[in-house]
Structure formats: structure tokens, C-alpha cells
């Protein structure tokens, strides 16, 4: 079974030029990675080329909004320029060949989000999806084509091999959100940025959450407010039989699974 994710995380060096990825793909760089998977979240943990790394990737319950933080330390002894790339294939729909090209992008400078909407949606023409960082943006991209080149793939980006993106948005394009920040750590600094990804059922909205979520305290409100959800959900039913296994997967994990794949994500691979 292969399911490919449209979504990823690329770390460069600005002083190497070496890139990588804070989680195991798409460009792996041999050291071990660290997963762990809860209720609602999932955590990476790398520590590679002198910067301990850490993903965290949770959706708040109660907004059309998935989170990405990105926390890196600096282990050296010297500072370091580390640019952060997030990268998302637009989709806004069933299958991203059959709606790329009626998606329409957008970049508003104020709130430093690239918007991107599909009008011939007959069901969702209106709504418009949104990705933000939580601080300003170094570049950016909404051409796929453009961000892993000619027969490119997201193993090796061609837009990681020179510096910048060409800020490409529009219609026309085969479309992507390809967003670049700086990181300047001193030796032993570290700093968390956020990635905000979601959809507004229009542009006022969309831009409303942007500005929510580009507020660290709110993204810890959420992360904290999943954390309740998801303990009192999967606590209001509790067996007990002879079998300890037997009660860890009754308790929590089969009822989390039947939830979150079968019911609400519709996938149960």
C-alpha cells in the first residue's frame, strides 16, 4: 500500500547548502528519527547536522486549521542560517489532476498568506484555503512546476538547489504553496515557527484565522484544547477483561482508529 503524502518539510543549510528533512521523507539523511503518534497529534524528533529538530503536527478541534510547529536548537558551537521550506500540493477537491486547472492563487502581504481558491468547485467555490507561517516570509511559491522542476520530484527539489523562489501566484499554474522562512540561531539558541494550513468559507474568514493562528499563545490554547478533547472523548467508555492488551486497545486505540480513519477522515486504509 502507497499513499504518498502532497505534503513536506525541507531544512537547508545556508552556510553548506546541504537539505533535509525533519522527518523521514522525503529527503532522509541516514540519522535516526524518533515518531510518535497520539490521539490528534504526531511528533518527529531528529537531531542531525548539529540541530536537534522537532515537528509537531496536530489539528485544532474547533477550527478548520492543521498546525505544524517546527522547533530547532543549535548543538554547535557557532551560529547557524538554517532556511525552513513548507511545501503543500493544492488539491480543493477529489483528485488534484482533475482540479489544477481551475485553482486560482493569491498572496496577501498584510497577513502573509498565500490563498488559493477553486471557482468551479459546485459545492465549495467559495470557500478559500490559506497557507501562513507564523512569522514573515522570506519567499514563496504557488508554482509546482516551478518549485520541483522539470521531471522534479519532492525527493529533490530544484527550487532548494539556488536561492529564493520566484514568488510566482495566479491562475494557470500547476498549483502548490511552497513558503520559505529564515532561522538565525545563535550557539545553543533554538526557535519554533508554525505552519498554518486550513480553509476559510471565504476570504474574510480565511484571513481571520491566519491572523488567529499567527499568535503563539493561540496555537498553545489549541494544541492544549485537543489534548482535552480527545481525553474526554476516548475516556467515556472504559472495559476491563483478563487481558491488559486487551484494554489498552479498548480503551483508547481501537475506538481513536474507528473515529478518526473510518468515521471522520472516510480513508481506513
Same mark, same amino acid.
Given at each position: 500500500?502507497?499513499?504518498?503524502?502532497? %505534503?513536506?518539510?525541507?531544512?537547508? !543549510?545556508?552556510?553548506?547548502? @546541504?537539505?533535509?528533512?525533519?522527518? +523521514?521523507?522525503?529527503?532522509? !539523511?541516514?540519522?535516526?528519527?524518533?515518531?510518535?503518534?497520539?490521539?490528534?497529534?504526531?511528533?518527529? @524528533?531528529?537531531?542531525?547536522?548539529?540541530? %536537534? &529538530?522537532?515537528?509537531?503536527?496536530?489539528?485544532?478541534?474547533?477550527?478548520?486549521? %492543521?498546525?505544524?510547529?517546527?522547533?530547532?536548537?543549535? #548543538?554547535?558551537?557557532?551560529?547557524?542560517?538554517?532556511?525552513?521550506?513548507?511545501?503543500? @500540493?493544492?488539491?480543493?477537491? #477529489?483528485?488534484?489532476?482533475? #482540479?489544477?486547472?481551475?485553482?486560482?492563487?493569491?498572496?496577501?502581504?498584510?497577513?502573509?498568506?498565500?490563498?488559493?481558491?477553486? +471557482?468551479?468547485?459546485?459545492?465549495?467555490?467559495?470557500?478559500?484555503?490559506?497557507?501562513?507561517?507564523? %512569522?514573515?516570509?522570506?519567499?514563496?511559491?504557488?508554482?509546482?512546476?516551478?518549485?520541483?522542476?522539470?521531471?522534479?520530484?519532492?525527493?529533490?527539489?530544484?527550487?532548494?538547489?539556488?536561492?529564493?523562489?520566484?514568488?510566482?501566484?495566479?491562475?494557470?499554474?500547476?498549483?502548490?504553496?511552497?513558503? &520559505?522562512?529564515?532561522?538565525?540561531?545563535? +550557539?545553543?539558541?533554538? @526557535?519554533?515557527?508554525?505552519?498554518?494550513?486550513?480553509?476559510?468559507?471565504?476570504?474574510?474568514?480565511?484571513?481571520?484565522?491566519?491572523?488567529?493562528?499567527?499568535?503563539?499563545?493561540?496555537?498553545?490554547?489549541?494544541? &492544549?484544547?485537543?489534548?482535552?478533547?480527545?481525553?474526554?472523548?476516548?475516556?467515556?467508555? &472504559?472495559?476491563?477483561?483478563?487481558?491488559?492488551?486487551?484494554?489498552?486497545?479498548?480503551?483508547?486505540?481501537?475506538?481513536?482508529?474507528?473515529?478518526?480513519?473510518?468515521?471522520?477522515?472516510?480513508?481506513?486504509?
Amino acid at each position: 500500500v502507497c499513499d504518498p503524502t502532497g %505534503k513536506a518539510i525541507y531544512l537547508r !543549510d545556508e552556510e553548506t547548502a @546541504e537539505v533535509w528533512s525533519p522527518t +523521514p521523507q522525503p529527503v532522509n !539523511d541516514g540519522e535516526p528519527y524518533l515518531i510518535r503518534h497520539g490521539a490528534g497529534y504526531s511528533i518527529f @524528533e531528529h537531531h542531525s547536522h548539529r540541530l %536537534k &529538530q522537532r515537528v509537531r503536527m496536530f489539528v485544532a478541534p474547533d477550527a478548520p486549521v %492543521k498546525l505544524v510547529q517546527v522547533r530547532l536548537e543549535n #548543538t554547535s558551537r557557532r551560529p547557524r542560517r538554517i532556511t525552513i521550506t513548507f511545501y503543500a @500540493e493544492w488539491v480543493l477537491g #477529489t483528485r488534484r489532476e482533475e #482540479t489544477l486547472p481551475y485553482i486560482v492563487t493569491e498572496f496577501d502581504h498584510t497577513r502573509q498568506a498565500l490563498l488559493a481558491r477553486n +471557482p468551479y468547485s459546485a459545492d465549495f467555490g467559495e470557500c478559500v484555503a490559506f497557507a501562513a507561517a507564523s %512569522k514573515r516570509l522570506h519567499g514563496l511559491t504557488a508554482d509546482r512546476a516551478e518549485f520541483l522542476g522539470r521531471m522534479g520530484n519532492a525527493h529533490a527539489p530544484a527550487a532548494l538547489g539556488r536561492i529564493g523562489l520566484n514568488g510566482a501566484i495566479g491562475a494557470g499554474l500547476d498549483p502548490c504553496a511552497a513558503l &520559505q522562512l529564515h532561522l538565525d540561531l545563535e +550557539p545553543g539558541g533554538s @526557535e519554533t515557527v508554525c505552519f498554518i494550513l486550513g480553509q476559510g468559507n471565504n476570504r474574510a474568514e480565511a484571513l481571520r484565522w491566519v491572523e488567529h493562528f499567527q499568535d503563539a499563545d493561540h496555537v498553545e490554547a489549541a494544541w &492544549q484544547a485537543s489534548r482535552r478533547f480527545w481525553d474526554e472523548l476516548l475516556g467515556a467508555v &472504559q472495559v476491563r477483561t483478563p487481558d491488559p492488551a486487551m484494554d489498552l486497545l479498548l480503551n483508547r486505540w481501537l475506538l481513536y482508529q474507528a473515529l478518526a480513519c473510518r468515521i471522520w477522515g472516510r480513508s481506513a486504509f
